[in-house]
């Protein structure tokens, strides 16, 4: 479990890809730190589990499945990745709650300046778009950004400088793909609500019904 709060930009050493999949080096020294073999490490959102640990940084496998859901199977050796290791059960919940399982890849369409504030404007497919909200929280490449404005084809993050600064936000270009996660609270509601029968409608009789 992560909590989109980035640690490290780290850097791609090299990847090694097979039929159907792929090993990553990356290079980095702060997530690193206390690491061992089977630990989990979110690269751009990602969370992958670490196969070896070296001097200057560490090596994951990427399986097929991942390489065909996120943007992993298109990085290159030298470009730069947000890094952040699972949340320790002492640590400081600072985001929202990650799971690293990307739900689908959005195209940035928009960056523009707002004084010292950034705001990305990014295309998603519907079943992303239906679960995100206004003010509501979506991680974008592993980042834990609060949604500004929602269309029916985008949404738009408001980033404060530090945030760009900590991050690989200031190397995206307009036509770049992104790795995006839905509040997983959010999609396990939806669920559990999809599969009653009949589907349940939740609407304030239904609610003062049951107590609320």
């Not at 909590?3 to 890809?17: D, Q």
């Not at 980095?28 to 589990?49: E, F, H, Q």
């Not at 404007?121 to 490449?141: C, Q």
Request: net charge neutral; proline share 4%.
């Amino acid at each position: 479990m992560f909590t989109g709060i980035i640690e490290e930009v780290g850097k791609v050493e090299s990847i090694i890809k097979g039929a159907d999949s792929a090993i990553i080096s990356i290079q980095a020294t702060k997530v690193i730190d206390g690491t061992r073999p089977g630990d989990s490490i979110a690269v751009n959102g990602v969370c992958l589990t670490v196969t070896a640990i070296a001097k200057r940084g560490f090596a994951a496998d990427v399986m097929h499945e991942t390489l065909n859901r996120s943007t992993l199977g298109k990085l290159r050796p030298g470009q730069p990745v947000n890094l952040e290791r699972a949340m320790a059960a002492d640590g400081r919940f600072g985001g929202h709650i990650v799971a690293g399982h990307v739900d689908g890849v959005g195209t940035v369409t928009g960056i523009r300046a707002d004084g010292n504030a950034t705001w990305f404007t990014i295309s998603a497919s519907p079943s992303v778009l239906r679960l995100i909200i206004e003010k509501g929280s979506i991680a974008v490449d592993g980042i834990s950004l609060t949604v500004a404005r929602l269309t029916a084809k985008d949404f738009s993050v408001s980033i404060i400088p530090h945030t760009t600064a900590s991050t690989i936000l200031p190397t995206l270009r307009i036509g770049d793909a992104v790795n995006l996660e839905n509040d997983c609270i959010g999609k396990y509601v939806e669920r559990l609500l999809s599969n009653t029968s009949p589907p349940t409608k939740i609407t304030a009789g239904f609610l003062a019904e049951h107590g609320f």
